[in-house]
T-cell receptor, first 112, second 116 residues
């Protein structure tokens, strides 16, 4: 079956530091890949997505590239801000209308 | 953007009681809603897929008599944890899909259930 593995948090960084949150997946076929973000007290929100190999999703300074050869979709940001503090979930979905398969989430704490 | 409201955000109950969690899509119609469960430091696990007007589809290992799901309208789905026990304590999250693909999937803020 499908599965997603994320690095365990919390990840603690200083403001303006470079961020990488690793995500690898196992899936049959050609899944679509997503990163969701959950700010305190709110629901998960779609941050970015990629639907095929070598696609790069980007939003709000975050980027992730769909790497089929390494089955990875690592999240990166060049300069984090305190407002980026949240929990980040990597997820995938197969073809059709199947529900998302999530990773366990990685908490990011950015200190001023 | 679209909003999904989930209530309550936190509930504490005694063992043996039932708890109902509501999930509402506030500004769109959701023919499909999903219910997830999350244990500490673990993935969100899909419990069931709920389609308006029909019976929910439960994932393997999820007891349908324990976790009753009702999706009576296009804007409301409810999850009732019946005869709750301490092992049911968990974080429950709903999501509602606008349209037929996962491109527009919106999440509630979750419910933390603690069963004493």
């Amino acid at each position: 079956g499908n599965s997603v593995t994320q690095m365990e948090g919390p990840v603690t960084l200083s403001e303006e530091a470079f961020l990488t949150i690793n995500c690898t997946y196992t899936a049959t076929g050609y899944p679509s890949l997503f990163w969701y973000v959950q700010y305190p007290g709110e629901g998960l929100q779609l941050l970015l997505k990629a639907t095929k190999a070598d696609d790069k999703g980007s939003n709000k300074g975050f980027e992730a590239t769909y790497r089929k050869e390494t089955t990875s979709f690592h999240l990166e940001k060049g300069s984090v801000q305190v407002s980026d503090s949240a929990v980040y979930f990597c997820a995938l979905t197969g073809t059709g209308r199947r529900a998302l398969t999530f990773g366990s989430g990685t908490r990011l704490q950015v200190q001023p | 953007g679209a909003v999904v409201s989930q209530h309550p955000s936190r509930v504490i109950c005694k063992s043996g009681t039932s708890v109902k969690i509501e999930c509402r899509s506030l500004d769109f119609q959701a023919t499909t809603m999903f219910w997830y469960r999350q244990f500490p430091k673990q993935s969100l696990m899909l419990m069931a897929t709920s389609n308006e007007g029909s019976k929910a589809t439960y994932e393997q290992g999820v007891e349908k008599d324990k976790f009753l799901i009702n999706h009576a309208s296009l804007t409301l789905s409810t999850l009732t944890v019946t005869s709750a026990h301490p092992e049911d304590s968990s974080f429950y999250i709903c999501s509602a899909r606008q349209g037929s693909t996962n491109e527009k999937l919106f999440f509630g803020s979750g419910t933390q259930l603690s069963v004493l």
